[in-house]
T-cell receptor, first 112, second 113 residues
Framework: TQLLEQSPQFLSIQEGENLTVYCNSS?????LQWYRQEPGEGPVLLVT?????EVKKLKRLTFQFGDARKDSSLHITAAQPGDTGLYLC????????????FGIGTKLQVIP | DSGVTQTPKHLITATGQRVTLRCSPR?????VYWYQQSLDQGLQFLIQ???????AKGNILERFSAQQFPDLHSELNLSSLELGDSALYFC????????????FGPGTRLTVT
């Protein structure tokens, strides 16, 4: 069982559509990050959220941290082929030193 | 470009062999992390070093070991390789030992035949 569950695992949509992917856990996190990874490359950090209810925007991407800091969502508006990739969420649990744990990711394909 | 470098990019070797993967962190970063990524397991944390000292251990096998040198580069040694060790190995770095954000290198693809 993954500490961070991401859904859906796979998503294929047409260019211009909107989408939301989710990252859920039963644990509380002191911070949560979203990364995008393209095939054969390392994950690239997109955003970090640390406060419950926090919303951050990065161009057409909107990230939200749940009020209880147990979940997060990533919404993409008007998806572009360049958004194609593996979206990973990663969280650090509260309390002392805790390593960062990654979800298994959502594989997004945006078809032109 | 994250500023983290990893060598080699690809490595093909036989079962039972030993390999060394190398990582240079971003300039100024003191902490180095190693991850293994396979299709079915996702990104699994192996080990973290901070300023030369082991800081945290994850799902690292006894056949694997790592170290961080005084110049802050790190090496991951994999021995008695098995087919199941075939995976992408990533190194990441950060400034502080406990941080929200890590910067990943391009990875080493290891294929064990």
């Amino acid at each position: 069982t993954q500490l961070l569950e991401q859904s859906p695992q796979f998503l294929s949509i047409q260019e211009g559509e909107n989408l939301t992917v989710y990252c859920n856990s039963s644990s509380v996190f002191s911070s949560l990050q979203w990364y995008r990874q393209e095939p054969g490359e390392g994950p690239v950090l997109l955003v970090t959220v640390v406060t419950g209810g926090e919303v951050k925007k990065l161009k057409r991407l909107t990230f939200q941290f749940g009020d209880a800091r147990k979940d997060s969502s990533l919404h993409i508006t008007a998806a572009q082929p360049g958004d194609t990739g593996l979206y990973l969420c990663a969280g650090r649990r509260s309390g002392g030193y805790q390593k960062v744990t990654f979800g298994i990711g959502t594989k997004l394909q945006v078809i032109p | 470009d994250s500023g983290v470098t990893q060598t080699p990019k690809h490595l093909i070797t036989a079962t039972g062999q030993r390999v060394t993967l190398r990582c240079s962190p971003r300039s100024g970063d003191l902490s180095v992390y190693w991850y293994q990524q396979s299709l079915d397991q996702g990104l699994q944390f192996l080990i973290q070093y901070y300023n030369g000292e082991e800081r945290a251990k994850g799902n690292i096998l006894e056949r694997f070991s790592a170290q961080q040198f005084p110049d802050l580069h790190s090496e991951l040694n994999l021995s008695s390789l098995e087919l199941g060790d075939s995976a992408l190995y990533f190194c990441a770095s950060s400034v502080a030992p406990v941080t929200h954000e890590q910067y990943f290198g391009p990875g080493t693809r290891l294929t064990v035949t």
